[in-house]
């Protein structure tokens, strides 16, 4: 591969800038925020926070010593805090976010503190609307699993590791790059990569436009010598201003980077990597999705670009267990399978439905979906119900606002009335699996079934419920 970077900079010892002895997370509990709290507890820092329900995130962080209260409470206030982290998730009312800004404390997004726990280190930044999280969990997975090491701050937990987040003294740092609230922009990327650029936050950016500027202006801050790795064929490529760039693609061979020869086989992939001139042959990806190949030769291009080699990188991938809730398979038989995706998004879910048809192309497809943010429902209440009805069935759960307020006339109906087609149910979260189980036991057909769980709200709390009663219903 001749786009390699310059990794002078991992000859440095990894460090922080600045000294903290203590820290108060607000939204402790969020994926982002749990991977800062759990490095800064590593590193010997008093670390204590705030979230409003308990989960088996904040639990895993009570465990390494962080005290967690899940009541907005003024006894509880972190008063010797050298700064107060929150994320944007938290509205201004919050009357322990609101104290500590009206007594005078430091106060910080959480791309503020990720800023300065990345100001001097060798940075790989991997953003995207959607594929981030399970690109840049595979980047940090080859490398740690090399042996070359760095640190990573993941948007997701790594199956191989059960974990977001995990430490090293080399001077490197895997992130993901979130561009929600532009944060992104305040990170220093060496190697960049961008995953897609699909119209999405429009509550925060206003139009697509303005997003992709925001991709764009990300990819002005690689520095002389850096490297940005780019899906063939993103909106406003021309308009990318790093030094050096390389695409990538899952068959496109117009790309510098693709998929060769890509078979499906029993659990996962089997293909070859073309990373520019160069060719990787026989590689196994063991998991699902032909989206997650296309992210494996991303993860491959930036891996290469570092130094690893290419027996490194196949040995890597082919031990990867993926993400939790990405393509997740919790049943795998010959007569049923369920998966959990955290998809929100119409492109993710229509790659996740296309994903299932690869690997089950015989089996029959129900999709359970919680639509996630009034905004969101709002402005892409089409594309929903379009990639929606590429399953056999669509069952609908009530909308999962998180940090909005309600906006009229949208509703999870919003959707629905779009399908067309395609038999639609509307259910409440908590008859879902009693539904499922019924209709389960009245089907008996030797056809497969495969029940796919999707959303980013409190859905993430079905799949488990149905697993339990699905493995004690047999065929």
């Not at 997975?141 to 430490?167: D, E, K, V």
């Not at 961008?194 to 520095?223: K, R, T, V």
């Not at 491959?300 to 991938?317: C, H, K, M």
Request: glycine residues 8%.
């Amino acid at each position: 591969m001749t786009n390699t970077i310059d990794t002078t900079l991992l000859q440095q010892p990894f460090r922080i800038t600045g000294t903290l002895r203590e820290l108060c997370f607000i939204g402790i509990g969020g994926i982002g925020m749990s991977a800062l709290a759990r490095f800064f507890r590593e590193q010997g820092v008093t670390v204590t926070g705030y979230d409003k329900t308990p989960t088996a995130l904040t639990r895993s962080l009570e465990a390494i010593g962080i005290a967690v209260h899940y009541e907005e409470d003024l006894q509880a206030l972190a008063r010797s805090a050298d700064a107060v982290v929150y994320t944007p998730a938290i509205p201004e009312s919050h009357i322990e976010l609101r104290w500590y800004k009206e007594n005078g404390y430091t106060i910080w997004k959480r791309s503020d503190l990720l800023k300065q726990i990345t100001a001097s280190s060798l940075n790989i930044c991997i953003a995207g609307t959607h594929g981030k999280t399970t690109t840049s969990t595979m980047v940090a997975h080859i490398l740690r699993h090399s042996g070359f090491g760095g640190n990573a701050f993941l948007g997701g937990i790594a199956a191989n590791y059960g974990t977001n987040q995990w430490s090293s003294t080399v001077n490197c740092c895997v992130v993901e790059a979130d561009e929600y609230d532009r944060s992104f922009l305040k990170l220093l990327p060496h190697v960049a990569l961008i995953s897609a650029m699909d119209p999405d936050h429009l509550d925060i950016y206003g139009d697509a436009a303005s997003m992709e500027q925001a991709f764009i202006d990300f990819s002005g801050l690689i520095p002389p010598g850096g490297l940005l790795v780019h899906k063939w064929g993103l909106a406003r490529t021309s308009d990318l201003k790093a030094p050096r760039k390389l695409s990538y693609h899952l068959r496109e061979e117009s790309a510098d980077c693709y998929a060769k020869d890509a078979t499906v086989i029993k659990g996962g992939y089997r293909f070859n990597a073309v990373i520019e001139q160069e060719e990787i042959n026989d590689i196994f990806l063991p998991m699902g999705g032909w989206h997650n190949v296309e992210n494996a030769i991303g993860a491959i291009t930036v891996s290469r670009a570092v130094g690893i080699t290419p027996q490194a990188i196949r040995e890597a991938l082919a031990c990867f267990k993926g993400v939790q809730r990405r393509f997740e398979k919790l049943i795998d038989t010959d007569s049923l399978v369920l998966i959990d995706d955290y998809a929100h998004h119409p492109e993710e879910l229509r790659v996740l439905i296309q994903g299932v048809r690869s690997l089950y192309p015989a089996a029959d497809c129900t999709i359970i979906f919680q639509p996630h943010l009034y905004t969101r429902t709002r402005d892409l209440a089409s594309q929903f119900a379009e990639a929606l009805s590429a399953a056999d069935r669509v069952v609908l759960l009530p909308l999962y606002p998180a940090r909005e307020r309600p906006i009229a006339g949208v509703n999870s109906e919003s959707i629905g009335s779009a399908i067309k087609d395609v038999p639609l149910f509307y259910l409440e979260s908590d008859i879902v699996v009693d539904w499922i189980e019924k209709d389960r036991l009245s089907k008996r057909s030797s056809q497969q079934q495969v029940i796919v769980v999707a959303g980013a709200g409190d859905i993430d709390r079905l799949p488990a419920q149905l697993k339990n009663r699905m493995e004690n219903i047999t065929t």
